[in-house]
């Protein structure tokens, strides 16, 4: 196993968010191979989001937490550089996709006051009544930096803030929201494993919630 590596820097690590609205192909599953990355986009006001989460929505496949997790650990036998290795692709390559960005203390989950404007808005998009009826996987990935163990760590801890911050802050119900750190695993540029577009978290609009009894 490679060296660990240095832990990540500076005062403010920016990780992109991806929300992601499931206009899956037929039969999309999880699975090792090539991906193209999402592209980055600037802020989006809560109506553009609300509209891009409005996609198609029909036939979306099972997701599960513990197969993307189990994906992820098993992909950590692959050794050497991280261009090196196999990548850790989820094919659900037609979500309809809006980039912004939320930052984090260093080395750390906690979410900089300076993001909750953005979580705001995407709360917002979540209560739309177009989509109270369905369900979202937050997926938390980081850079290359440190190593693999404590980044699949940092990476969890990451996704379960934003779902924290999105169930308690904002009041979108916790029955609607599933969080799963990758770690490193599925670096989005992996020619440049330390970049900053690797550091994100990936919001999956995973279908229908079903009915949801009164707390």
């Not at 980081?142 to 760590?153: C, F, I, L, Q, V």
């Not at 916790?174 to 900053?196: M, N, S, T, W, Y």
């Amino acid at each position: 196993m490679r060296a660990a590596k240095k832990q990540e820097t500076g005062s403010m690590i920016a990780s992109r968010i991806t929300l992601a609205l499931s206009a899956l192909c037929a039969g999309a599953v999880f699975a090792l191979g090539a991906s193209a990355p999402a592209a980055a986009q600037a802020f989006t006001p809560n109506s553009e989001i609300v509209q891009g989460l409005t996609a198609s929505v029909d036939d979306v496949p099972g997701v599960s937490v513990e197969a993307l997790r189990d994906l992820a650990k098993a992909h950590m036998q692959y050794q050497g550089p991280p261009e090196s290795r196999p990548p850790l692709a989820l094919q659900l390559d037609k979500l309809a996709q809006i980039n912004v960005e939320i930052e984090f203390d260093l080395n750390s989950a906690m979410v900089k006051p300076s993001s909750y404007q953005t979580l705001g808005s995407i709360a917002d998009a979540m209560h739309n009544p177009v989509l109270l009826g369905y369900k979202f996987l937050v997926v938390g990935n980081t850079d290359a930096t440190g190593t693999r163990e404590y980044n699949m760590k940092l990476s969890q801890e990451r996704a379960d803030a934003i779902a924290q911050a999105l169930t308690t802050t904002f009041r979108v119900d916790p029955r609607r929201i599933q969080a799963v750190g990758l770690g490193e695993e599925a670096l989005q540029d992996a020619k440049h494993p330390d970049a900053a577009i690797n550091r994100r978290v990936q919001i999956f609009n995973i279908g229908r919630a079903g009915p949801l009894p009164q707390q």
